[in-house]
């Protein structure tokens, strides 16, 4: 048996209301990847940060051991001299400041008090050769993508001589391309003997890198599993996290499809950065009454520009086509234009355009509707704290009370306020852009309900995602987006990831086929 490198005994952590950890053990063995895996809320990020010292010792209960030492860290820093280094979710390089200096921030390269810039630059050069980065270390971080910011942060823990290397969620924002990549550079990690510990919802990419699993359930640590033994299925994993069966991934679901209820006809939207450059072109679709209509598209084709530009025309320049409502022609030129005509979005980025992460979770859900609780523009605390409770059942928001603030919510429950937001607007057309990123495979469920529910209370429902399994699970059509044009409308009954990929992958030409 291999060394083991990192043991955390018995650890219990509490927050006011709520046990996270409870009596948590976990094993880590020298040279390998292990994954963390359980449902939102579940504790794996409190694990990680009790690990490495966010939550200081003294603030949880139980040991931690790293290469035999039994360690008492009082914070980041000294985690970090042992040579454990945690990427968190949200990354957290400074836009204006260039690659280099991300990468020695804190740990800069000086000499009597003054930075070493020749130093700087050689490092970090070798740094990002490790990573394979190609860009200069003088480029800055707001000019390189997410996932080339990901691989930053990383060759930035490796600045710190890593031993053990913990990635939060790290592929959650990146596109197919980038996330495998990743994927293989932890591979190569571990071919040189660094350990990794990386926490992920996607179990396709756990198979992949893994060597061991461990479970986390409610706070507690359910099982480890190892993965290259005993050739573990997504189903196993998955009857561990939530504690049941998910039989069938998706609700069952009998559609009631009614008359059409929006159309978009001949919309076009151009880039408000680069002139003269159209991000969509010509599109057309339509949404029925009761029908999920779902919209396929590799990264960049154009996806979110377009829903955003329906709701309020909260992006793009020169903005142009129709928009039909139950058979008239509406005007939505702006945010409150979009509301009052019955539009809901939810926007992919939650954190920062769907919440208020710093206010309570009953004023993030009341934040779309103030009028309808309010009278003579007072709004009515009682009514507000009524509908906030009324959701927080129906939603099964899991928080000890309405007035914790939303940035403290496990990223599912955080979903769920946001829905429930755009729920009490009570919408005709809702429009979902990634509901279910970063979310695991339990809360994933529940919100399908809640979409089925929608749709089965004769709303339109238009869902964006990357995840095609996803749009083939839970829509009644989809259209395949490219390059900012529709090219190919798929029914239910006929669609699959082979039919959708041809059209998403499909340039030129305007229209689309139906198949």
Sequence with gaps: MSDIILEMRNITKTFPGVKALDNVNFQVEQGEIHALVGENGAGKSTLM????????????????????????????????????????????????????????????????????????????????????????????????????????????????????????????????????????????????????????????????????LTILRDGKSIETLSLKKDNVSEDRIIKGMVGRDLENRFPPREPDIGEVAFEIKNWNVDDPLHAGRKLISNVNFELRKGEIVGIAGLMGAGRTELAMSIFGKSYGKNISGQIIKDGKEIQINNIKDAIDKGLAYVTEDRKTYGLILIDDIKRNISLTSLEKISKRSIIDKHREVKEAEDFRKKMNIRTPSLTQKTGNLSGGNQQKVVLSKWMLSEPDILILDEPTRGIDVGAKYEIYNVINQMAAEGKAVLVISSELPELLGLCDRIYALSEGQITGEVAREEANQETLMKYMTRTGGNGHETS
């Design 49 to 212: 940060k009790v690990l490495s010292g966010v939550y200081p010792f003294g603030t949880y209960e139980g040991d931690i051991l790293f290469e035999g030492d039994v360690c008492h860290f009082k914070d980041i820093n000294e985690s970090e001299e042992k040579g454990i280094v945690i990427i968190h979710q949200e990354l957290a390089l400074i836009p204006e400041l260039s690659i280099a200096e991300n990468i020695f921030l804190g740990n800069e390269q000086s000499q009597k008090g003054i930075i070493n810039w020749n130093s700087t630059i050689i490092e970090a050069t070798k740094l990002l050769k490790k990573v394979g980065l190609a860009d200069s270390p003088r480029t800055l971080a707001m000019d390189i993508g997410v996932g080339k910011q990901q691989l930053v942060e990383i060759a930035k823990a490796l600045s710190k001589k890593v031993k053990l290397l913990i990635l939060d969620e790290p592929t959650a924002a990146l596109n197919e391309e980038d996330s495998q990549n990743l994927l293989n550079l932890l591979l190569e990690f571990k071919k040189q003997g660094m350990t990794s510990i990386i926490i992920s919802h996607k179990l396709n990419e756990v198979s992949y890198v893994a060597d061991n």
